[in-house]
């Protein structure tokens, strides 16, 4: 492979990896782009994401999206209707399976026979290269709410042309935020290759007037990523997808838990990644976010659940992002069923439109700002530096290095050598800074940090305070305390 | 407990699954209570779960599956293992093993016909795996290091 | 009726009126002060209630409780021990009939006969003046946690007798938290002076070593109050009972919705409790606080329903109340099942958890405190001055001018000349004052808050606005915006 | 709707029930709709129904009840009202009229054993109770103000 660089594909790079692509799996052939530009200035606008996202950002209110997946066209087409209809949400998933996010098609297939034959969902989502244009169409027709892609697939230039032909108008991921979480033995250079792809074709679709809405994965392993982790490869992926020709980019995040720390995140998340933008040459893009609601494990009783699925709901509204991605009920347990998910936008639903009209301004507030983008800071800067103004190449260095690191992370190429862990009062910060690049200013801060807790719980900080806060919210509370408290 | 005598567990996360978090707990909690681990991570074929154990010489092979294909996954794993001569080795299930949520004891008693000697239900703590794996293999409770 | 004074009644005053009250009902003769005490001072510590609040409150835990009652004693003590086994309640209610409420002891005789009869619960709550003390101790002996009772009833001596002597630790009510919101025709000089007979009877339990936990109703009718209307008539009421010999007092307040402002108000609550009791010579009274979840319409759908109580459970844990009450998804239909009832508790326990740590320091908080403590000081000050220096004389007076005016209350004591309305973040304000004695100030600020919603909505400040500030929780929204927006 | 033929409603809270804020927005929404309205109030008995219907010669009787004792205060009334010469009268319930949350096809079942022409389930909004009095008293919908 060539090296990899942040530089925008030509039309002979992207055709010539196109014939390839298109014939990794039969119903490739059935993509054909100006037949799909066609498709898509044929829709109703409110049918496309980008406008649905522009506008709620314009009214200040904040648009509510489930997750869903199941095996079965009918079935994925009756699932999101009564989403649409009963849960009230804004914007529409289709979450695919993960046969299809490892490109293991057969498997897929497989699945789907399964499916069909026990009628039970043997697949964990909806396997959309395999069903193919025309029942993506056959979705996207059913429905009166814009649908996206939610995924998980390093390597996703096949759905993403399937998918883009198909109707859909917004696409989640990005090379680093769908590898480090996703993969275990794919490379950086091949997915951030991958995403440049899947980032030139939407570039293809808006030169096109066809606006397609990209969103980097933003929670990552959703357990206890610190906020400027997550924010630098917001801002990494943006500034690669927006070389590309991409102009519609939601930064995501995922909840944290501590109410200051989170607004302060997604205000960082938001004017940091319009900074960059512009810093680099692509002020043209239009940035909304996106906050998930706790990724981590849940409690298994559902009464709890409500609350964590609440407390996600009110930083979302208290934070003014442009959507909110919503848990349910059943999380512990699994897949949830039509109804868990539609209780779940339906509980959002209310706490959003309740607390909408306020907002925070805590003195804390803007302490956490600076540090948030402090940190972030550092380490993007450091990135640009390694990758000697490249951050294609950057991003590469930094992840093998260990100056960007995601923790918990299952992919080889990640360092695994920063360890995170909440503050006394349920703030991420870092137990073992690893190898990020923090000011000496900022190391001593999460250090007096960790130092607090431990002397309040007395005991040392060690990887059994970690364990306890990776099971905290499961067990009930934010901050895992000693057993024997 | 003599390093000799440690029974030696094989686990991992099973089929095209990266949940990351929990196999790398159980690692910790396993090996703090006495076995001796070899953790595969996440993706893990059957073929790799069976070379560990004949490697390692395992009593058990823990499988976790989270993402919910567990049932395509773990099909035909203990007719592989007695192919490859691990007849009666120990194989325990566990994680979020079927998609949505299922009556328990439907799930226990498919995994069961598929030759899995425990399966286990969502949120199992570490401690309760930790008990039946002492139980069925036969480790005395005073002999081991125990978790404080 | 002698004139009412805010005075300790002799203990001849007391005798006397105690002969008639004991003979109500055919109950009152088993009430027995002497082994009331040695039953109260054999009760373990831990299910003493003042015992449990001054711990929680060092400790700085926020505890919950829920709502309770059904009219047939078995199926009491099932109901508690579920909610306490499985719903995790730190304290436990006896919530008391209607017809109780309204010593029609006769009527909640047939309610008791139809219960048995038909197998369903005919009335609302435990009758326990019917049920009698012994029936009251196989309550609390059944049960591991502190009791107390939640009634609403404006004459509640009888039933405070016979509670108390059945082993209770805590009562709710006050002479005007339990007449305005709960009754029709009963004069404050009536409930004024039969609360100082309950206050009494709790000082004597007191005097002799058995701590009986007092709380003022703080919600009153729930529907739009203003922050310090409810902390004005807590406050007088807490002077009222510290003058009668009670040294444990929870004082009250129901969410309003607005975060800033209902953290302002708890904290309001609490400081300017401790500051007129002092000033008025009562300081060695512990004071605890409880802020009651949405005390108005709920939505009917459940999950909506789990989003208002779990917004009500965020900020009882950010204000750090010494304890919670608690409402169930079934709010909106009926008086919750068991199962509805847990559920509310376990998802207000789950965010008590989580949210425990964590603390509000915003500018707008500092504002708010002010402005609440501000006009609590207007009418309280000015009760003072109408009662001559006599706060019970004074709250008469107050009450009957409109000084203190306590919005949808039922009683024709109450002025019902102010009106309260939302402002356009969702604070609760004054749309118009009517009599309540606020300075040019204050009522410029509440002014300006009303315009610029109107302005906003683009309609007149009017009742239709504050019938839709009604409406809009159940509705789904904090503040009532106009229909077609 | 010309003053002299405006249908005349008494409407108020029955029992021991003190809930007071829904019998005022009910008041302030039939005014609107061109009604007549003699609001009680709460804690009105059978008599002061019956007695100020009597007085205002109404056209219905609209009861609300939302503490749970609804099932025990209304039984009766619809004799009483017989009894004072007002058969045939229209009678309403509504609001939370018994206790718990119960399937409500029982419930209309058995208030409308005991006489009330329609019950209405918990929630039902003003517009539905206003929709019904014009059906069931006749009035025309042009003819009456409409709420904007
Ligand atoms: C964090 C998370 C993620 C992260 C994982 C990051 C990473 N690489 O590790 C991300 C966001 C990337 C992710 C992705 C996906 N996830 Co996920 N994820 C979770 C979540 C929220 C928490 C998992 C976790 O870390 N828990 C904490 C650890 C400590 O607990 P644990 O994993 O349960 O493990 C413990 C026990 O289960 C037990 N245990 C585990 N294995 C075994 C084995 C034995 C023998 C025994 C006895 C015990 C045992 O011990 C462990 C330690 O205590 C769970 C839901 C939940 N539990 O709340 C969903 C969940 C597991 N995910 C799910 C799904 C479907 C997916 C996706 C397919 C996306 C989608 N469609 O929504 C992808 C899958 C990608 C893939 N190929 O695997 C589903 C599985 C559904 C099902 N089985 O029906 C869940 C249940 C959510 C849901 N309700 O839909 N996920
Ligand atoms: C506010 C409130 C109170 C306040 C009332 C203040 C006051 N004086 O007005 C206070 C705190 C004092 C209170 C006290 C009690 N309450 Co209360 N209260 C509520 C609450 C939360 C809201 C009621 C309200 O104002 N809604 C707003 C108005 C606009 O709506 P509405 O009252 O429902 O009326 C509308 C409709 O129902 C309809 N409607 C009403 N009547 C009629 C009649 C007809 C014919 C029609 C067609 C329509 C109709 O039109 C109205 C306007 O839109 C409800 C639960 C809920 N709904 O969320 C419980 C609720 C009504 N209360 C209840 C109870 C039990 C009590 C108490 C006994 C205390 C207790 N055990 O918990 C006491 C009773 C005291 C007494 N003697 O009456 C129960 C009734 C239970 C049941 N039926 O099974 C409820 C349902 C709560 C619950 N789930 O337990 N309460």
Request: contains cysteine; hydrophobic residues 35%.
């Amino acid at each position: 492979m060539d090296e990899v660089r942040n530089v925008k594909w030509t039309r002979d790079d992207f055709e010539r990896r196109r014939r390839e692509v298109l014939t990794q799996w039969p119903t490739g052939k059935d993509v054909n782009l100006e037949d799909a530009f066609e498709y898509h200035q044929g829709q109703k606008p409110s049918k496309v994401f980008s406008n649905a996202l522009n506008d709620a950002k314009r009214k200040q209110i904040t648009l509510v999206q489930p997750r869903a997946g199941v095996p079965l066209v009918q079935d994925m087409i009756d699932l999101l209707t009564y989403l649409q209809n009963e849960g009230e949400a804004d914007l529409l998933p289709t979450t695919i399976d993960s046969y299809t996010r490892q490109n293991r098609y057969h498997e897929a297939e497989v699945g789907i026979e399964e499916s069909v034959r026990t009628q039970k969902n043997m697949l964990n989502g909806f396997p959309a290269v395999n069903h193919g244009v025309r029942s993506c169409r056959l979705l996207i027709d059913s429905l009166e709410r814009p649908l996206q892609i939610r995924h998980g697939t390093p390597d996703a230039r096949l759905l993403a042309e399937i998918t883009y032909a198909g109707g859909f108008t917004s696409f989640e991921g990005g090379g680093i935020s769908y590898n480090i979480p996703y993969a275990k033995n794919v490379s950086l250079e091949r997915t951030i290759s991958d995403w440049q792809y899947v980032d030139r074709l939407t570039g293809l679709y808006e030169e096109a007037g066809c606006p397609i809405n990209r969103e980097p994965f933003g929670p990552l392993t959703g357990t206890l990523v610190p906020p400027f982790i997550g924010i630098t490869v917001a801002i990494i992926e943006s500034l690669l997808a927006a070389e590309q020709g991409v102009k519609n980019i939601t930064v995501g995040y995922g909840q944290c838990g501590h109410l200051v720390q989170d607004v302060a995140a997604m205000q960082v998340l938001q004017s940091l990644t319009d900074e960059y933008l512009r810093k680099y040459g692509y002020g043209d893009v239009n940035v909304t976010t996106v906050l998930h609601q706790w990724m981590g494990g849940f409690p298994q009783d559902e009464a709890k659940a409500y609350a964590v699925i609440g407390w996600g709901s009110a930083v979302a509204a208290l934070s003014h992002t442009t959507k909110v991605i919503v848990k349910t009920p059943h999380e512990a347990f699994g897949v949830p069923t039509k109804e868990a998910n539609a209780s779940g936008l339906l509980c959002t639903k209310q706490m959003i439109n309740m607390l909408g009209e306020q907002s925070l301004d805590t003195y804390s507030l803007q302490d956490e700002k600076v540090i948030i983008a402090s940190e972030t800071r550092c380490v993007l800067d450091k990135c640009f530096e390694l990758g000697k103004g490249d951050i294609a190449r950057g991003a590469i260095l930094a992840i093998r290095s260990g100056v960007l690191d995601i923790p918990f992370a299952p992919s080889r190429y990640n360092a695994g050598k920063m360890l995170p862990a909440r503050d006394n009062d349920g703030a991420i910060r870092l137990f073992h800074p690893g190898n990020v690049p923090l000011t000496t200013e900022l190391l001593e801060f999460h250090q007096q940090k960790m130092e607090a807790r431990a002397k309040y719980e007395k005991r040392e900080a060690s990887f059994q305070m970690v364990i306890d806060d990776v099971y905290a919210i499961s067990k009930g509370r934010l901050v895992g305390r000693p057993r024997n408290e | 407990m003599q390093e000799s005598n440690r029974k030696k567990l094989v686990i991992g996360v099973i089929g095209a699954d990266v949940h990351a978090v929990g196999i790398r707990i159980l690692d910790y909690a396993f090996t703090d209570a006495g076995f001796d681990v070899t953790n595969l991570g996440v993706m893990v074929s059957q073929e790799e779960y069976i070379g560990a154990a004949i490697e390692t010489n395992a009593d058990a092979i823990v499988v976790s599956s989270l993402y919910g294909h567990g049932e395509l996954d773990c099909r035909g794993l203990r007719d592989k293992c007695d192919e490859a001569g691990l007849e009666g080795i120990l194989l325990y299930v566990g994680g979020n093993i079927v998609v949505g949520k299922q009556e328990f004891s439907d799930v226990e008693k498919r995994f069961h016909a598929m030759g899995f000697n425990r399966v286990f239900p969502p949120g199992t703590p570490p401690e309760t795996t930790i008990y039946w794996l002492k139980k069925d293999l036969g480790v005395e409770e005073g002999a081991s290091r125990t978790t404080d």
